[in-house]
């Protein structure tokens, strides 16, 4: 099974400051052939489902605001929110999706300062 | 806009057989671009892909090797749904439970059932 990792565990962020969550995978999930890294972000708000964010690693959900962005290639990623509103608060995930059994980071969660 | 509506039991005894079902409103359980999944939540196991069905000319389904032994999953066209069979149950199995859809292209899990809270007690 391909293991997913996250970094930081937690973090508080000042309103208006940058939030930046990495996720590394165990093996590469960038798949040659079409050129795409199988790496989904959730956004997770408490009593509520995963929320998908990104997938691709960098392709924007529809309606996902873009202060949020992804980025990274093989088996280290990146998830930034650019400038933390109030309602970002919440656990975030990431998934490979390269191989089956598809695996989840253990999420980080993140607060406002 | 499509849904995924869950329902089934919240309170499971141990050895027994775990059954939930997903109802989708707005696309077919028998789509060609579409897999349809169970995942569980634990604080002891975080998320867990527990499995998936989709049609792609047949039917597939693929499982996690944690579960495979006791996991089925079923597509029934006619109701436009899918369920969720785990057998011999045992508190380790006490999770909310979620159905989501993921879509062919990549987008992996774009909807997801509100979820359902299974406790294994007796």
């Known amino acids: 099974d391909i293991v997913m990792t996250q970094s930081p565990d937690s973090l508080a962020v000042s309103l208006g400051e940058r939030a930046t969550i990495n996720c590394r995978s165990s093996?590469?999930?960038?798949?040659?052939?079409?050129?795409?890294?199988?790496l989904a972000w959730y956004q997770q708000k408490a009593g509520q489902p995963p929320k998908l964010l990104f997938y691709?690693?960098?392709t924007r959900e529809s309606g996902v605001p873009d202060r949020f962005s992804g980025s990274g290639s093989g088996t280290d990623f990146t998830l930034t929110i650019s400038s933390l509103q109030a309602e970002d608060v919440a656990v975030y995930y990431c998934?490979?999706?390269?191989?089956?059994?598809?695996?989840f980071g253990p999420g980080t969660k993140v607060d406002l300062k | 806009q499509a849904q995924l509506q869950q329902s089934g039991p919240g309170l499971v005894k141990p050895s027994q057989t775990l059954s939930l079902t997903c109802a989708i409103s707005?696309?077919?359980?028998?789509?060609?671009?579409?897999?349809w999944n169970w995942i569980r939540q634990s604080p002891s196991r975080g998320l867990e892909w527990l499995g998936r069905?989709?049609?792609?000319?047949?039917?597939?389904?693929d499982y996690a090797e944690s579960v495979k032994s006791r996991i089925t999953i079923n597509p029934d066209t006619t109701k436009n749904q899918f369920s969720l069979q785990l057998s011999s149950v045992t508190p380790e199995d006490t999770a909310v439970y979620y159905c989501?859809?993921?879509?062919?292209?990549?987008?992996?899990?774009?909807?997801w059932g509100r979820g359902t809270l299974v406790t294994v007690s007796s």
């Open positions: 989501a859809r993921a879509l062919s292209g990549g987008k992996t899990c774009d909807l």
């Open positions: 069905t989709y049609y792609r000319s047949k039917w597939y389904t």
């Open positions: 707005g696309d077919r359980v028998s789509s060609n671009s579409a897999a």
């Open positions: 691709w690693a960098s």
């Open positions: 998934q490979q999706y390269y191989n089956t059994p598809f695996t």
């Open positions: 093996q590469s999930i960038f798949y040659s052939s079409n050129n795409n890294n199988y």
